[in-house]
């Protein structure tokens, strides 16, 4: 998923972007993704993962003896909350010690603490786990709390994933080179015997099942499905593992405000991303995939092609449109920056369809005829300018917000006969 170019301005049929300033935000954005996961899981591992991997790995076991009893009272403005606690005597390397250890989680019940702390008769024997470091600190059991870890996990390391992908796709894309830049175009357009003008070899490697090719999208609608899917669940899992912890809390008699108020943005956050990854999935699925194929690739000036459109979706299209484009590309400097202009110079009506009605289950399909003006120019592409043709389906469905689909095309100087 690639987010929007930062610092563009559109003026009538002109965008304009500067590609070192948008390189800069993206990778700037990036670069607080993988910081925010870097930070986030320090703490956590830090100030979780850490401590309860040595209570269960480094902590001695021992044999203590109850020698006193008692409840630990928690006050706080909303509640009151008590924990048995054992007075223990063990044997350490150090010699004897006695230290309090907690027996159980805080109750708001103070009866269910007594009845608790009853069931351990003074000068009973219960096992215990020191630190060797602190002998003093005692703990009464031990175990993981797999909610945390997974939340150490998921949160954090989904933010390095994101954000370094950003990053890495940001460096290596970074002022490349006029040089690199050039032997890129070089190669693009190397493969046939028309130099600057670019290879149609991923044209025409799907063929069609009406026409001989099918032409593939300039489209981005998959990955970012994809891309939204994936953050909504991320998000949701953690916001699960906090709310089951919340809820837990809850059920014990314990409040945490912290927590709690930590929910409350997550729990917007995550519900937008689903609305909008929901919204996006509906809409892909109501408007359907669009299907172009052609009679024959590449093209040339003054020549006439087939096309057939197959557009699926379930409901009513107020209208559908084919149309030939032409857009030219420049890339330039102003002052220390980069920029790129992009303009649509030509286009020219293929065909078009009103009150169009698909059955679900079924396409609308339709053939066309594509002619290329004699006086038209070649594709071309260099370092600095690029001239690009395409094919164009839009639509407005009838409850949906319209769309539009670019189909690359790739055109060849015309022939010269003898």
């Excluded at 314990?254 to 609305?275: K, N, Q, S």
């Excluded at 197959?310 to 009513?316: F, K, L, N, T, V």
């Excluded at 920029?339 to 009103?354: D, H």
Aim: hydrophobic fraction near 45%; aromatic fraction near 10%; glycine fraction near 10%.
């Amino acid at each position: 998923m690639r987010l929007p170019r930062f610092f563009a301005k559109k003026r009538g049929h002109r965008r304009t972007v500067s590609e070192v300033w948008a390189s800069v935000t993206e990778g700037l954005f990036h670069t607080g993704l993988v910081m925010a996961g870097l930070v986030f899981g320090g703490l956590l591992v830090t100030g979780v993962a850490v401590p309860e991997w040595r209570l269960n790995h480094d902590f001695r076991e021992a044999q203590a003896e109850v020698v006193g009893k008692g409840l630990a009272r928690r006050t706080t403005a909303s509640e009151r909350t008590w924990e048995p606690v054992l007075r223990i005597r063990y044997d350490t390397a150090a010699g004897p010690i006695e230290a309090w250890a907690f027996r159980g989680g805080r109750v708001a019940d103070r009866g269910r603490a007594l009845a608790s702390l009853h069931s351990v008769p003074l000068n009973a024997t219960v096992t215990c786990w020191y630190d060797p470091d602190a002998p003093e600190r005692v703990v009464l059991a031990r175990g993981y709390n797999w909610w945390m870890w997974a939340l150490t996990l998921l949160l954090p390391g989904a933010l390095l994933v994101f954000g370094g992908a950003g990053v890495v796709r940001t460096l290596t894309a970074w002022r490349k080179s006029e040089e690199r830049r050039a032997a890129a175009a070089s190669r693009a357009a190397s493969s046939h015997a028309h130099p600057a003008i670019p290879s149609c070899d991923d044209l025409v490697n799907s063929p069609g099942t009406v026409l001989r090719f099918r032409l593939p999208t300039s489209g981005t609608e998959g990955w970012t499905l994809m891309g939204l899917g994936l953050f909504a669940v991320f998000w949701n899992a953690v916001l699960v593992v906090l709310s089951v912890t919340a809820g837990l809390d809850l059920m014990g008699g314990r409040t945490d405000w912290l927590l709690l108020m930590v929910l409350v943005p997550f729990a917007a956050v995550g519900i937008a991303g689903i609305v909008v990854f929901v919204r996006q999935l509906i809409l892909t699925s109501a408007v359907g995939t669009t299907q172009l194929e052609i009679s024959d690739h590449p093209l040339r000036p003054g020549g006439s092609y087939d096309v057939h459109l197959a557009q699926s979706g379930a409901g009513m299209f107020r209208n559908i449109s084919v149309t030939l484009e032409l857009e030219e590309q420049a890339t330039f400097r102003q002052g220390t920056d980069t920029r790129t202009e992009r303009l649509v110079v030509w286009r020219g009506g293929i065909r078009s369809w009103k009150d169009v009605e698909v059955a679900p289950g079924t396409r609308f399909e339709a053939e066309a005829t594509l002619t290329i003006p004699a006086t038209a120019m070649h594709s071309f592409v260099s370092e600095h300018n690029t001239v690009a043709w395409r094919v164009v389906v839009r639509g407005r469905p009838g409850r949906w917000p319209a769309f539009s689909r670019g189909f690359p095309v790739v055109v060849h100087p015309a022939e010269v006969r003898p």
